[in-house]
């Protein structure tokens, strides 16, 4: 069974940090996954890419948060971060963390519960 855990949300003053974590289990990410990254829900709008990490090391950032979101992934721990510098109000949403299966292997989309971060003074 795959199990995505993401941890790290919270409250954070405009232009403040946080890390956002993902632990996989049932999964690995750095062989069954063609992609793994982080989305985005606000209220009352639809989910949205933040970043990703394609097999092969490739990223992609929405343009909102290019340079100032890092993506990255530690495989030993087959854990996922999304560092979050210079936080704005409309950074506001949950925050989700997903993995993509190769279409090979099935080609599942798998999703964790969510992490709210708050950006507000």
């Known amino acids: 069974q795959v199990q995505l855990v993401e941890s790290g949300g919270g409250l954070v003053q405009p232009g403040g940090s946080l890390r956002l974590s993902c632990a996989a289990s049932?999964?690995?990410?750095?062989?069954?996954?063609?992609?793994t990254g982080w989305y985005r829900q606000a209220p009352g709008k639809q989910r949205e890419l933040v970043a990703r990490i394609i097999s092969g090391g490739e990223t992609n950032y929405a343009d909102s948060v290019k340079g100032r979101f890092t993506i990255s992934r530690d495989n030993a721990k087959n854990t996922m971060y999304l560092q979050m510098n210079s936080l704005k109000p409309e950074d506001t949403a949950v925050y989700y963390c997903?993995?993509?299966?190769?279409?090979?292997?099935?080609?599942?989309?798998?999703w964790g519960q969510g992490t709210q971060v708050t950006v507000a003074s």
């Open positions: 997903n993995a993509v299966q190769w279409e090979g292997l099935g080609g599942k989309n798998y």
């Open positions: 049932g999964i690995i990410f750095s062989i069954y996954a063609y992609a």
